[in-house]
C-alpha cells in the first residue's frame, strides 16, 4: 500500500491545502451476530483509501455457517475507528451492498451504516417502509455472502 506520513501541502501552502494523512490497504472483515461470530467464513477481503479523516472500505465476506449466531449483523475489523460527530454535522457513514446471496427475498435492498462502535452493520427494507431495519441472523441463510462498500469518517 501507500502511505504518506508527515503531511504534504497540495495546489499551495494554505492550512486548507495540507493532507495529513494517505493511506491504502488490506483490512479483515469478519461477520458477527449480536452474540457470536459466523461459524465459518469462506471469503473475508478488504481494502481501504483513507484521504485526511475520510476513509473508504470495500469488502466481501461468505460464510458457509451461522453457527451461534444470533441478533443483529454487522462486520468488525474495520482498519480505522468511526467518529460519528464531526464538528456542526450530524454525518455517521454509509454506503451500499452491491451484491449478496442467500439472504431474505423479501428485502428490497440492503445498505451499509458505520456506526461509533467500529462496526459495518447491514440493513435492508421491505415493501413500503421509510426506514430500513436492522438484518438479524434470521434474515439470512448460511452461505451467505455480502459485498460492498462502505465511507465514514475517524479521527
Given at each position: ?32 451476530g ?20 475520510k ?22 475489523g ?39 462502535a ?18 438479524t ?19
Open positions: 500500500g501507500v502511505n504518506i506520513t508527515g503531511g504534504i501541502y497540495l495546489g499551495g501552502t494554505a492550512a486548507a491545502n495540507y493532507l495529513d494523512h494517505y493511506e491504502e490497504g488490506s483490512w479483515t472483515p469478519a461477520m458477527r449480536g452474540t457470536a461470530y459466523a461459524g465459518n467464513h469462506s471469503m473475508q477481503q478488504g481494502y481501504y483509501v483513507r484521504v485526511g479523516n476513509v473508504t472500505v470495500s469488502f466481501g465476506v461468505a460464510i458457509t455457517s451461522k453457527g451461534n449466531m444470533s441478533g443483529d449483523i454487522h462486520l468488525l474495520l482498519p480505522f475507528g468511526v467518529t460519528s460527530n464531526l464538528t456542526g454535522t450530524s454525518i455517521e457513514a454509509s454506503g451500499i451492498a452491491g451484491y449478496w446471496k442467500n439472504v431474505d427475498p423479501n428485502l428490497s435492498h440492503i445498505t451499509c451504516v458505520a456506526d461509533d467500529d462496526a459495518i452493520y447491514l440493513r435492508g427494507t421491505s415493501g413500503a417502509e421509510d426506514d430500513p431495519d436492522q438484518l441472523h434470521s434474515d439470512i441463510d448460511s452461505d451467505f455472502t455480502v459485498r460492498g462498500t462502505v465511507t465514514y469518517f475517524t479521527s
